[in-house]
């Protein structure tokens, strides 16, 4: 079974940066798109970013364009979430998933305050 790891969330004033990490187990990681989502209470889960098996291609809802970035390192089985200029409605806990898989991490907490 697969296991993700999330790490790097933390408090940050808005238009500070974060950049957070998910390592998976495994050795298949390398074939799988991953995604990003966020949660807040009361809400569900906010498909964030993707990115394509190789890193070719990545995918972002609206609201984060132009200000976060998805990337992996195959030979690291991680990907990363670079959030620039963030904004406190960007507070929420982040997950990181395979896209084909119900295998979630545990998240980690984002908070965007002054």
């Known amino acids: 079974q697969v296991q993700l790891v999330e790490s790097g969330g933390g408090l940050v004033q808005p238009g500070g940066s974060l950049k957070l990490s998910c390592v998976a187990s495994g050795s298949m990681f390398r074939f799988y798109a991953m995604n990003w989502y966020r949660q807040t209470p009361g809400k569900q889960r906010e498909l964030v970013a993707t990115?394509?098996?190789?890193?070719?291609?990545?995918n972002y809802v609206d609201s984060v364009k132009g200000r976060f970035t998805i990337s992996r390192d195959n030979a690291k089985n991680t990907v990363y979430l670079q959030m620039n200029s963030l904004k406190p409605e960007d507070t929420a806990v982040y997950y990181c998933?395979?896209?084909?898989?119900?295998?979630w991490g545990q998240g980690t907490q984002v908070t965007v305050s002054s």
């Open positions: 990115i394509t098996s190789g890193g070719g291609s990545t």
């Open positions: 998933k395979i896209a084909v898989l119900a295998v």
